[in-house]
């Protein structure tokens, strides 16, 4: 059953629509914390890197909580978003809602699945324009994550991850983040269509 054949009557008062929850709260949440890590990483940089006030012992506790509320807001959002998706193109996703969260702790999969989850929540709120967004996010996602940490410990022996490379790479990823964050949200802000005026 596609988005423009959806029925009406008692159908309609336990459908899809009914999931729907307006993302826009949890994606300002989302863009307000990862704003507030890239310009950490700029802090981190101008101040000396490693030597940096903001990585010292007495301040790391407050990076790590800012790095988690990133986390946790932004995997909100992405959950949101997902059922959102169900609610606006049902029948037409690959992977579940719950599935959205699991995929980024599965091994290998945290690869490349996410990514898949997020161009189908995209074209579920529209045409999907902006793909190339996504593809840029996840491609510096990668570098800056998994493959960070290979070559940090396979090329360079070491586990300093403050380098001015490692925090531009940061800052990058959280500048595309909310961008995909913006258009996502941007698609999905009018909610689904009425089951009236989809029949």
Same mark, same amino acid.
């Given at each position: 059953?596609?988005?423009?054949?959806?029925p009406?009557?008692?159908? /309609?008062?336990?459908?899809?629509? !009914?999931?729907?929850?307006?993302?826009? =709260?949890?994606a300002?949440? /989302? &863009?307000?914390?990862?704003?507030?890590? /890239? %310009?950490?990483?700029?802090?981190?940089?101008?101040?000396g890197?490693?030597?940096?006030p903001w990585?010292?012992?007495?301040?790391?506790?407050l990076?790590a909580?800012?790095?988690?509320?990133?986390?946790?807001?932004?995997?909100?959002?992405? !959950?949101?978003?997902?059922?959102?998706?169900?609610?606006i193109?049902? =029948?037409?996703?690959?992977?579940?809602?719950?599935?959205? @969260?699991?995929?980024?702790?599965?091994?290998?999969?945290?690869?490349?699945?996410p990514?898949?989850?997020?161009?189908? %929540?995209?074209?579920? =709120?529209?045409?999907?324009?902006?793909?190339?967004?996504?593809?840029?996010?996840?491609c510096?996602? @990668?570098?800056?994550?998994?493959?960070?940490?290979?070559?940090?410990?396979?090329?360079?022996? &070491?586990?300093? !991850?403050?380098?001015?490379?490692?925090?531009?790479?940061? %800052?990058?990823?959280?500048?595309?983040?909310i961008?995909? %964050?913006?258009?996502?949200?941007? =698609?999905?802000?009018a909610?689904? @269509?009425? !089951?009236?005026?989809?029949t």
């Amino acid at each position: 059953m596609d988005s423009h054949s959806m029925p009406v009557g008692p159908a /309609a008062a336990t459908g899809p629509r !009914y999931h729907f929850r307006d993302p826009r =709260g949890a994606a300002l949440v /989302a &863009q307000c914390f990862l704003a507030c890590s /890239a %310009i950490a990483d700029v802090y981190v940089i101008a101040t000396g890197g490693a030597e940096s006030p903001w990585v010292k012992e007495d301040e790391i506790l407050l990076a790590a909580w800012l790095q988690l509320a990133c986390w946790f807001s932004f995997l909100f959002w992405f !959950y949101r978003c997902r059922r959102n998706a169900e609610a606006i193109a049902p =029948g037409s996703h690959k992977w579940t809602p719950a599935f959205a @969260l699991g995929a980024w702790i599965i091994p290998l999969a945290m690869w490349w699945v996410p990514r898949r989850i997020a161009l189908d %929540i995209h074209r579920a =709120g529209g045409p999907p324009r902006d793909a190339w967004l996504i593809n840029a996010w996840w491609c510096v996602w @990668l570098v800056d994550g998994p493959v960070s940490v290979a070559v940090h410990l396979l090329i360079l022996h &070491q586990t300093d !991850y403050h380098t001015p490379v490692d925090h531009a790479l940061a %800052i990058l990823d959280s500048i595309l983040a909310i961008a995909v %964050i913006r258009r996502v949200t941007a =698609g999905q802000a009018a909610g689904p @269509l009425s !089951y009236v005026t989809m029949t």
